[in-house]
């Protein structure tokens, strides 16, 4: 990589060839600027607004956390990393392994990060998924497992595959739903859940129907409350998982937070993702059309009336830092969220350079995202009135069971990708052959729908 702070490379949406960038700032916004020597100068794409949060006040320093389990070539062939798995220098392991189980679909979304047909197609065996899953533990050990498609609910051996992974050592497993079998099929999701699925990262946009018929093309708001009832039932935890739209619902992300909290402790998290232009989107993306992290972290602040402010949000110290933002709440004695983090606090204690982080942000997924009995009500300060437990006491069984995790995602595509980011990507998809390809490159599609990984379709 360029030894310039603002150089980096990308790709050009076009060919898909790797290209030299440039980070630059214009009026506190920052921009990818590059050109492809094919197809000339392709503009600047915006990266990340000025406020609440700069691009460099949202920096946190890279890890050490070289990962085991890089792949074994000893030099790479042209096109790495986006070809081949991962590169000998990628710098994080893998934290979440993303496994389509399969193609297809039981909506046909107009926004669709893995365009899933819709029509049957050849899913990967059973046997062919514990390969995958072999090939993960021989890179490094068990990791968060997640089930995504298509739709991974409509496989009937879904809960196999879920036990499956159980035995071989996989102990935080996620599927990644529509929620629709789940809401209609109790006999199915009662197999889940003695299977060992440890939570749903359930698909939700909105919180009336305008904003589902517009995003997936039906009204969908009442299944998903049926299935939240369902997974309250098999005390299987819930993330809601809304994809952002500038002018479509990110008017909604306050009532989706308010939302969550009705549903603390079965609801354990709301997972924002921005659009992105990978898979099947509308057309190529304008500046003004896209929705980034500070803009979410200042709509959140609004939307909740100050409930959740920015200041409470941190960035990650596992993938590059403008990937994602991440806050924890505790539900109060007054149905008022209490964050429990804070932006200084992480500014000041710089994550350490350790081979162990980022198996404590596996551990920090695991006990956060998933159900637990529920505690007593709290005793927070300014509400000490009671008797019984230690205050303390209280106070830990209720974070342990009525935690909220706001968080998000940004993801990358053919014309904001910066491969220096990527090469700090830790969710990565397993392919048939047992590689693991960063998610961004995994899903990359140029004009005309052009892919880097046209062999997913030939399972
Ligand atoms: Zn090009």
Known sequence: MPDSP??????????????????????????????????????????????PRSYSEWER????????????????????????????????????????????CNLRCPVCFASSPGA????????????MLRSLLDAGGPCTVQFSGGEPTLRDDLPELVALSRKMGFDHLQINTNGIRLAEDADFGR??????????????????DSVYKRIRGAGLFETKQRTIERCAELKLGVILVPTLLKGVNDDHIGRIIRFARKWVPVVKGVHFQPMTYLGRYPGKPRNEARLLIPDIL????????????????????????????????????????????????????????????????????????????????????????????????????????????ISGMAFQDAWNIDLERLERCCV??????????????????????????????EY
């Open 120 to 131: 049957p197609a050849k899913d990967p065996k059973k046997e062919e998924i514990a390969r």
């Open 298 to 405: 200042d709509a959140i602040e609004k939307q909740t009336l100050g409930e959740l402010k920015v200041e409470n949000f941190i960035p990650p110290g596992c993938e590059e830092s403008h990937c994602s933002f991440s806050a924890l709440a505790v539900l109060g004695k007054d149905g008022r969220l209490i964050p429990t983090t804070h932006f200084d606090s992480v500014r000041r204690s710089r994550p350490c350079c350790s081979e162990d982080y980022a198996r404590r942000s596996i551990d920090h997924v695991r006990s956060r995202w998933r159900y637990m009995e529920p505690g007593p009500m709290p005793i927070l300060p300014g509400n000490r009135a009671g008797s019984g437990p230690a205050p303390e006491d209280d106070l830990f069984e209720r974070i342990r069971s009525h935690s909220l995790s």
């Open 428 to 457: 990565h998809v397993v392919t048939p052959e047992g590689k693991r390809v960063p998610f961004c490159a995994y899903y990359m599609t140029g004009t005309r729908g052009r892919r880097l990984y046209p062999a997913r379709k």
């Open 191 to 208: 197999a889940l859940a003695d299977a060992g699925a440890s939570v749903a990262f359930l698909q939700f946009d909105g919180v009336d």
């Open 6 to 51: 603002d150089l980096t490379e990308s790709l050009c949406p076009q060919c898909l060839r790797r290209i030299p960038a440039r980070r630059i700032t214009e009026n506190g916004s920052v921009y990818l600027e590059k050109s492809c020597p094919a197809h000339g100068y392709l503009g600047k794409a915006l990266l990340w607004n000025n406020a």
């Open 61 to 104: 320093p890279l890890d050490k956390n070289v990962p085991r389990n890089r792949e074994k070539e000893p030099s790479p062939p042209p096109g790495y990393p986006l070809r081949c798995g991962l590169r000998p220098d990628h710098k994080q392991r893998t934290c979440t392994a993303v496994i389509e189980a399969t193609e297809t």
